[in-house]
Structure formats: C-alpha cells, structure tokens
C-alpha cells in the first residue's frame, strides 16, 4: 500500500501513530484485530520500520545492530537468522564494520535489513530510497518485492518516487491535510487523468508552430526544436488533423500517457 501526499499531508505522522509514538487526537487504531491501545507489545512484535533519517548507533558493528535489535524482538535462533539475512542483503563481508564507517547506500541496506529480522507480518517504510543512487534505489526495491513474494508480508510504503510507487504498490492512498481523497491501483488512479502529452520534433520554426498552438489555445511547451503539447487523449486526432492542414511538419511523434505523478501533482494542487 503507498501512502502518498505532499509535505505535510500527515504521511510520517500516520505511521507515527501506527509505531506508538503518537497519540491520536481522535478515533482509534486496530492492527491484526486488535485495539492497539491495549495490544502494544503485542502489535510491534508483529511489526517493523524502516525510513532513509533514522540512525542506528553509530558505534556498533553491523552485526552487533542486528544482533541487538533480533534480540529486542526476541528472535528465536537469531544469529542464524541474522547470518542469513546479511547474505542476502550482501553485509556479510561489512559484518565487522562500525555503522558510522559505511556508505549512504550500505546503510539503507543495513536499515532494511535491520526491519526483516523479525519477519514482521506489516512492515512500515518511509521513504527507505530517499538520497540513494539510482542503482542502490533499484537493489532495496528488488529486495523489498523479493521479501514480499516470499513472506507475503503487507508493507505500508510512502515515498515522492512516482515510479517507485508503480512499481511497488497493489494500491495507493493520497492524504492531503489528515484526509484521504483518493484510493485506488496506481493504473486506476493515472487514468482518471484525461490528459496526455504530445511530443513533436518540428521541420518548421517555432513563430509558425506557436502561432497555430495560440489560435487553437492549446497548452504547450516549446524547448529548442521539441514542442509538448498537453491535450486531451480524445483530441489528439483533431491535433494533428489541424497540423497537416497548416502543412507543419515534424520527425518525430510521441505519445505519453497519464502517469501516477500526473495524478500526484494534479490532486496536490486541486487539493491546496
């Protein structure tokens, strides 16, 4: 499940909520069936966190974390089950190192695997890719969805990556200001947006092509010789009717359909 929303849409807080370390105003929270109010340690038993601005104590080995942490959770055979995780998180050759000594990217893995070591039934990830390389980002979402598959664990997973989320989430929840004003697939959620975006490489100058775009008030962008043009899906048609009648040419065509972050910044700004 992604939860997304802009700044401020109380994300972070809800999963505050969720691990305890906010009361809520109102309403109530129940995890597996149960009042969390009165069921805590035995809800966060069931659960574990993750998110890119924790820290884990620096002074500690990566193993000596893990180990720590399998213990809080009262892991049985934890050293065994530690050993295993780092294999498939590749820590096993950092297992030594202190955390303070490691890598933006070994970190993140480090986070990660830190919330597996309990096999948690709801597994809460807030932004765990921020501030990562592309490649590193693309490793922790391939662990993730290999962990998920296996373990058939439900994750709460908030994130600013449109694409991510695509790639990650059976659903999405958009929060804005504490209220949920949409729920749905992130295929669902893109083709609520009608609009879509035309890229054309134009064999004419711009003066001709803007003069054709104004008359007919279409919303566009011209960048160097590429010119976008926003439009309804049902009128693109009618579009390149009316630049064949002014004999406008182009070499080249693209067609992009609505995407999840289409749907993101449209309800973002309806919503402010």
Request: proline content about 4%.
């Amino acid at each position: 499940m992604g939860l997304l929303g802009p700044n401020g849409a109380g994300k972070t807080t809800t999963i505050d909520m969720l691990l305890g370390l906010t009361t809520p105003t109102s309403g109530n929270i129940n995890m597996f069936g149960l009042p969390f109010e009165i069921n805590r340690a035995n809800i966060l038993k069931r659960m574990n966190f993750s998110a890119a601005y924790i820290n884990l104590p620096w002074s500690l080995k990566v193993i000596e974390n893990l180990y720590t942490f399998a213990r809080l959770y009262e892991v049985d055979d934890y050293k065994e089950k530690v050993d295993k995780l780092m294999d498939e998180f590749q820590l096993t050759n950092l297992k030594d190192k202190r955390a303070d000594e490691l890598s933006s990217g070994q970190l993140a893995k480090l986070y990660i695997c830190k919330s597996f070591v309990n096999n948690p039934k709801l597994l809460l990830l807030d932004e765990p890719t921020a501030f990562l390389d592309p490649d590193v980002a693309d490793i922790i979402r391939k662990i993730i969805l290999k962990r998920v598959k296996k373990t058939n664990m439900s994750i709460l997973f908030t994130s600013h990556n449109m694409p991510e989320i695509t790639e990650i989430c059976d659903r999405v929840i958009f929060l804005n200001h504490g209220k949920i004003i949409a729920e749905d697939t992130p295929d669902e959620l893109a083709q609520k947006i009608k609009f879509c975006k035309v890229r054309l490489l134009f064999l004419v100058e711009n003066n001709k092509v803007k003069t054709l775009l104004d008359n007919y008030k279409y919303e566009y962008i011209i960048d160097n010789k590429e010119t976008t043009i926003s439009l309804d899906e049902r009128n693109v048609g009618q579009l390149l009717g009316r630049l064949s009648l002014a004999k406008l040419k182009y070499t080249q065509i693209t067609i992009d359909k609505p995407t999840l972050e289409d749907f993101f910044i449209k309800v973002a700004r309806e919503k402010l």
